[in-house]
């Protein structure tokens, strides 16, 4: 059973780009949660999502950032117009339930921008 | 609203020492709390958990911790440290027994010396 998988694991892109950051949970797993790590922080609830809903997106900026899970395929955390304080890590994570449940971690995808 | 604290961005000790990562948190309603632990490009592991069972936890890699209420403290010990140990800990808190939407400390990068 593979665990969660991220990819890229690292992106660079200039100012003005979008990025696109990819999070396929591990099998059985309908629940993701992204979480933002910058330098010399701890990780920050970003969203959190179900197949086809987004449940929690209290952590999101307001603006250039969003997040979605289809029905298929990975997770997606989308960032448009990427600045150079969206330079971080962004993890994923995923779980079968939300309690008594240990959420699994990806690997991480690290973003600079340029 | 929760929060945690981490008491020291670093800590170094010796092989074979004891290994002691402080944590103090901050929660409305009983919490459930994780260490975590991070080697280098690596994501998230979890290392123990206390879930409102036994005060003691046990976890990975001799690694264990006491939950406090009097002290809102949940620190973590090894009695003696191997070079392999060396990484970055975050403590977290959730809860209601949820791993959703962690609150996570900023971190304690522990360093082993021979």
């Known amino acids: 059973n593979a665990g969660v998988m991220q990819n890229p694991r690292h992106l660079v892109r200039r100012r003005g780009q979008e990025a696109r950051l990819r999070c396929s949970p591990m099998?059985?797993?309908?629940?993701v949660y992204w979480y933002r790590q910058l330098p010399e922080e701890g990780l920050k609830f970003m969203v959190y999502?179900?197949?086809?809903?987004?449940?929690?997106e209290s952590g999101m900026p307001k603006e250039r950032f969003s997040a979605e899970f289809p029905k298929e395929g990975p997770s997606i955390l989308r960032i448009q117009q990427v600045v150079r304080g969206d330079s971080a890590a962004y993890f994923c994570?995923?779980?079968?339930?939300?309690?008594?449940?240990?959420?699994?971690f990806g690997q991480g995808t690290r973003l600079t921008v340029v | 609203a929760q929060s945690v604290t981490q008491l020291g961005s670093h800590v170094s000790v010796s092989e074979g020492a004891l290994v002691l990562l402080r944590c103090n948190y901050s929660?409305?309603?009983?919490?459930?709390l994780f260490w975590y632990v991070q080697y280098p490009n690596q994501g998230l592991q979890l290392l123990l958990k206390?879930?409102?069972?036994?005060?003691l936890v046990k976890g990975i890699n001799g690694f264990e911790a006491e939950f406090k209420k009097s002290e809102t403290s949940f620190h973590l010990t090894k009695p003696s440290a191997h070079m392999s140990d060396a990484a970055e800990y975050f403590c977290?808190?959730?809860?209601?027994?949820?791993?959703?939407?962690?609150?996570f400390g900023k971190g304690t990068l522990l360093t082993v010396n021979p």
């Open positions: 994570a995923s779980s079968s339930l939300t309690v008594n449940t240990e959420a699994f």
């Open positions: 099998k059985g797993h309908s629940h």
């Open positions: 999502l179900q197949k086809e809903n987004i449940i929690d």
């Open positions: 929660s409305s309603v009983p919490p459930y």
């Open positions: 206390y879930t409102s069972a036994a005060t």
């Open positions: 977290a808190v959730g809860s209601g027994g949820s791993n959703y939407k962690l609150t």
